[in-house]
Structures are given as structure tokens and as C-alpha cells.
């Protein structure tokens, strides 16, 4: 079965940090990449960050960009999303989904993954 889980989310007082892990199983990792979303209340889901785990590319929403890194872990078919300086509007769920390579256009356009995780809650406190 090819699943996607997030986990790590929590909640954490403003400037604090947050390491978000996605476990993914059922599929070649190598042939993916993984991306990473966020919806806060009463707004549309945006794209945050993305990884090749073919070779290790990045890519960043500018939003996030200084604070948010993303890495893979091939031997653990696991991504990060190591999250700095948490500001009270990063507060959102958080979903990891997964994208065929070779990625082609926009990185973090949604309809290009067809797999998504449940979601992990992160609530940062002012």
C-alpha cells in the first residue's frame, strides 16, 4: 500500500522550532519527490517546499524561504521539513505528498501529486 505520514506538528511558542517528518512505504522512494503543504483556517492550501530524492534538489515557497529546510533521508524513506523562527501565521496543517520525476513547470502545483498524507497539526503560540 503506498502511504505517506506525517508526523512531528505541535504546538510551540513563537520563535521556537518544529522538525516535521514524512515516512513514506509502497513505492520507489528514489523515483519521487516529495512536497510539503499547508493549510491554515479559512485558507486555500499552499505549497511550501519540495525535494527530489533522486539527486536532492530544493525548492522553497518565497514565503518560507530563510526558515524552512527541507532534506531527504534515501536509506529511511523519510523527509524532513526542519521549520526556524515559527511565526504565529505559520500555524496551518501540514500535508506531505508525493510527485513523479521528472519535475516539469511548477514545482508545488497541487494537481501534480497524487499522493497525500493525513495532515499533522502545527500551532504556534505569540
Known amino acids: 500500500e503506498v502511504q505517506l505520514v506525517e508526523s512531528g506538528g505541535g504546538l510551540v511558542q513563537a520563535g521556537g522550532s518544529l522538525r516535521l517528518s514524512c515516512a513514506a512505504s509502497?513505492?520507489?522512494?528514489?523515483?519521487?519527490?516529495i512536497g510539503w503543504f499547508r493549510q491554515a483556517p479559512g485558507k486555500e492550501r499552499e505549497g511550501v517546499s519540495c525535494?527530489?530524492?533522486?539527486?536532492?534538489?530544493?525548492w522553497y515557497a518565497d514565503s518560507v524561504k530563510g526558515r524552512f529546510t527541507i532534506s531527504s533521508d534515501n536509506a529511511k524513506n523519510t523527509v524532513y521539513l526542519q521549520i526556524d523562527s515559527l511565526k504565529p501565521e505559520d500555524t496551518a496543517v501540514y500535508y506531505c505528498?508525493?510527485?513523479?520525476?521528472?519535475?516539469?513547470?511548477?514545482?508545488?502545483?497541487?494537481?501534480?501529486?497524487?499522493?497525500w498524507g493525513q495532515g499533522t497539526q502545527v500551532t504556534v503560540s505569540s
Open positions: 525535494v527530489s530524492n533522486n539527486d536532492g534538489s530544493t
Open positions: 509502497g513505492f520507489t522512494f528514489d523515483d519521487y519527490a
Open positions: 505528498a508525493r510527485r513523479r520525476l521528472p519535475l516539469l513547470g511548477v514545482i508545488l502545483r497541487e494537481y501534480e501529486y497524487d499522493v
